[in-house]
Every structure is written in structure tokens, then in C-alpha cells.
Nanobody, 128 residues
Framework: QVQLVESGGGLVQAGDSLRLSCAAS????????MGWFRQAPGKERSFVAT????????YYADSVKGRFTISRDNAKNTVYLQMNALKTEDTAVYYC?????????????????????WGQGTQVTVSS
């Protein structure tokens, strides 16, 4: 069992930055790929970014590429999402998730149903 706890959300203005953190329990954090997803009111949960077990590979949604950076610190069991140049359309609840099956990650990292564990989410609100 893995427990994920997000933090770092808040209310900011367009153009500002935020860094989200996701702390994971357990001793096998380094064996999971991690992802960030977001869900705006009335919309489906959508992929934001993912990072491989070692942190050597990352992928991003086109909408955040060049503005967001995902990273992880396996010694601290924590994954981060640095969000720069925030836009009003980035407003959503942000969730971190763990994907435990290495065989599915590369082809399915953008599919939220492939992730096995989820945090409770943290609200990010960007005002104009």
C-alpha cells in the first residue's frame, strides 16, 4: 500500500509560480513511476506530467510543456511539480499518482486509469 499526500497548492496570479510536492509512504517509492494529473470543474482528469523511476525520463502534456517541470527525490520519497508562468486555464485540483507496473508506463503514462495509487489532491487557482 502506498499513501500519497500532496501539498503546495494555493491562489496565485497569472504569471506566478508554484511548486507542488507529493510525499509518498513506503520503502518502494523508487520502484514507481510517478505522475501528476489535474481536474478542473466539469472536466475529466487529465495528464500533466510523468517521471520514470530514476527520474531519468519525463513527459509532459503539450499544454504545460516548457512551463512545468516534474522531478523526484527518491531519498525523500517525494515528487515535485514546479509550475511557472501559470495561466488561468491551469486552475484545477492537482493529483499525484503512482504507477507500479513498469511494463505499462511507457505506452500508458498519460492514462489515469493505469495509475494504482492517488493522493487526495491540492487546489491550484490562478486568477487573472
Amino acid at each position: 500500500q502506498v499513501q500519497l499526500v500532496e501539498s503546495g497548492g494555493g491562489l496565485v496570479q497569472a504569471g506566478d509560480s508554484l511548486r507542488l510536492s507529493c510525499a509518498a509512504s513506503g520503502r518502494t517509492f523508487s520502484s514507481y513511476a510517478m505522475g501528476w494529473f489535474r481536474q478542473a470543474p466539469g472536466k475529466e482528469r487529465s495528464f500533466v506530467a510523468t517521471i520514470s523511476w530514476s527520474g531519468g525520463s519525463t513527459y509532459y502534456a503539450d499544454s504545460v510543456k516548457g512551463r512545468f517541470t516534474i522531478s523526484r527525490d527518491n531519498a525523500k520519497n517525494t515528487v515535485y511539480l514546479q509550475m511557472n508562468a501559470l495561466k488561468t486555464e491551469d486552475t484545477a485540483v492537482y493529483y499525484c499518482a503512482a504507477l507500479t507496473n513498469p511494463r505499462t508506463w511507457l505506452g500508458s503514462y498519460y492514462k489515469y486509469k493505469e495509475y494504482d495509487y492517488w493522493g487526495q489532491g491540492t487546489q491550484v487557482t490562478v486568477s487573472s
